[in-house]
């Protein structure tokens, strides 16, 4: 049973609206709701207040009299997915989820039931779902007093209706192409399109666009009858597209013994969501700098006093903080020069105390044009945050380290203030609350990647919410494993941890062709479909993240079209990744 502390993202994610209404019961007497994101609402009166006709005569009752009723400590149950149309034969996992305010969102051990056996058929205790006859009828849940129900379309055609739209903007896309087989199809001027498929069998369909602009879709195994696919435009692989730069000033740094030199960083908020960055996006290209007559090879970023004083770092368009710290580091440190992202912030953080920081909110970046900012740290890491860690997963040679990125919630995303790195429990350097006096809260993100970060190896990464200085991160996911890939026959297998929603796998051919790849969790097994443009299989460069969320399936994804990007991103709790090139055998 997973528990998920309460974040910004998730509670979003968990309100978001997604599938059609269901109504459903509780015990009370008030009315109560499942709206489209499949969320139950009990508004009925007041249960604390019912009448006890229990007879029991223990102190436990305060102003409340026991009926029998289950009182629910949780505010409400969702069943997910909501709303699903599958074919006689089908089968896939009903998920029953407990959200509260205050614990966040818990997966129900839930007693399943449903409403027609001659429809449907469900097991009891994991919730999977069977459709054995043409009709509908509900899927029930039943966890701490609370009371859930979904509606299940069950037809005997194999009709399957594709929606394709903009992953961006949710715009359909006219006349997108989908394919499942040998058969090919052409959506409307509202992207949507109509073919058959194999009663009962999950279909692995691919959708794109003839003229361009959007990397095309595989989705692999679809066991819902009607899917909103979303199309990534080009540009979401094209990384970001603006640049800010400038000075270091570093007069407010302390001063650098004769053996030593003051060395920094700089870098933007995370202006999308931090689960679903990969090691190379926290420096910039590197660049070879004079220091003591050496070359060295640094990241564009990072900024070495009497080298390099001037930063160089890519961001998003639009709203964009800054963050930049500096201190003294012994030269022989320096000049070895950073191999990967873990030693250049395993460097830094040996000497972190001594290092001073500046955070400027309220910029704005633009393609086109460089945006000049200087940076001048003075502030010291004065602060702590204790962060505690769970052991990392199955996989992990038990030798790595985790970075923790103390992140404030503000304008233009979210902005490093602290860092950390180690295992267990950890004390996590943060700066002083002038240096960024607004905030909408904090967060820890936990980092940890197979090898060591920057090293090519699977990663888990966690994002927990600060409450009073302590933040705590209970448990991880498996990181990916069994990448493979035959080019001649097509097969591709991959096992993600079984309790993910999805995963997605951007593949890039050594020619320059693309895909993205929708899989379902746990040890996956198949055959890229052909029936796209073309993807060349023999070297190809796997950037693939499988995500946790709050409260859905991989089909309610499919449904819902919950694979688009902000989506994805906003309602990730947790991740999983691997960013490694793969050859074909």
Request: net charge negative; hydrophobic share 45%.
């Amino acid at each position: 049973m997973r528990l998920l502390r309460p974040s910004l993202l998730a509670l979003l994610a968990v309100v978001a609206c997604k599938d059609g209404d269901s109504v459903v019961t509780d015990t009370d007497t008030g009315p109560s709701v499942i709206g489209e994101s499949g969320i139950f609402t009990d508004s009925g009166g007041a249960d604390s207040d019912s009448q006890d006709s229990g007879g029991d005569s223990g102190g436990d009752d305060t102003n409340a009299d026991d009926t029998g009723e289950v009182v629910s400590d949780w505010d409400s149950l969702s069943l997910s997915p909501a709303l699903i149309r599958v074919d006689v034969g089908a089968t896939f996992t009903a998920r029953a989820v407990l959200f509260d305010d205050v614990m966040g969102t818990q997966d129900a051990a839930a007693l399943f039931g449903v409403s027609d056996a001659t429809v449907l058929s469900v097991d009891a205790s994991t919730g999977l779902v069977t459709a054995l006859a043409e009709g509908s009828a509900f899927i029930t849940a039943d966890a701490e007093g609370l009371h859930a129900e979904a509606l299940v379309a069950v037809q005997a055609d194999g009709a399957l209706t594709v929606t394709v739209v903009d992953g961006l903007t949710g715009a359909p896309i006219p006349s997108a192409r989908v394919s499942y087989g040998d058969t090919r199809v052409t959506g409307d001027a509202d992207g949507r399109a109509t073919l058959t498929v194999a009663l009962g069998a999950p279909a692995d369909i691919s959708v794109w666009v003839d003229s361009g602009g959007y990397i095309p879709l595989s989705v692999m195994g679809a066991v819902p009858r009607e899917l909103t696919l979303p199309l990534r435009p080009n540009s979401e692989e094209s990384g970001p597209v603006a640049t800010i730069g400038g000075d270091v000033l570093f007069d407010g740094c302390l001063k650098a013994d004769w053996d030593e030199a003051i060395v920094g960083i700089v870098g933007p908020s995370l202006q999308r969501a931090p689960l679903f960055i990969n090691a190379e996006d926290l420096l910039a290209e590197d660049r070879v700098v004079k220091f003591y007559g050496i070359d060295v090879e640094i990241p564009g970023n990072l900024v070495v006093q009497g080298g390099a004083e001037t930063y160089e770092t890519p961001a998003h368009e639009g709203d964009v903080a800054l963050w930049g710290f500096a201190g003294p580091m012994p030269i022989s440190e320096i000049s070895a020069g950073f191999a990967d992202v873990g030693q250049a912030f395993g460097a830094v953080l040996a000497h972190l105390d001594n290092f001073r920081f500046q955070a400027i909110p309220g910029l704005s970046a633009s393609a086109s044009i460089a945006l000049d900012q200087p940076v001048r740290p003075e502030h010291s890491f004065d602060q702590e945050v204790v962060v505690e860690l769970a052991a990392l997963p199955e996989g992990f040679l038990g030798n790595e380290d985790v970075l923790v990125m103390l992140l404030e919630v503000g304008e233009g995303g979210m902005t490093l203030t602290g860092l950390g790195q180690g295992t267990g429990t950890l004390s996590v350097g943060r700066v002083a609350a002038e240096a960024w006096p607004v905030s909408d809260g904090l967060y820890a993100l936990a980092w940890a990647e197979v090898g060591g970060l920057g090293t090519g190896g699977g990663s888990v990464m966690a994002l927990v919410p600060v409450e009073a200085g302590f933040a705590t991160v209970t448990d991880w996911m498996l990181p990916p494993s069994g990448a493979a890939l035959d080019a001649a026959t097509r097969a591709l297998s991959v096992t993600t941890d079984a309790g993910a929603t999805g995963a997605r796998l951007y593949l890039v051919g050594n020619d320059g062709s693309d895909r993205d790849i929708l899989l379902p969790a746990g040890a996956f097994t198949g055959t890229v479909p052909k029936e796209a443009p073309k993807l060349q299989l023999g070297r190809t460069r796997w950037d693939l993240i499988a995500v946790e969320t709050p409260a859905d399936t991989y089909e309610s994804l499919l449904i819902g079209g919950g694979f688009a990007p902000l989506s994805l991103e906003a309602n990730t709790t947790r991740s999983s990744g691997l960013d490694a090139t793969i050859t074909g055998s």
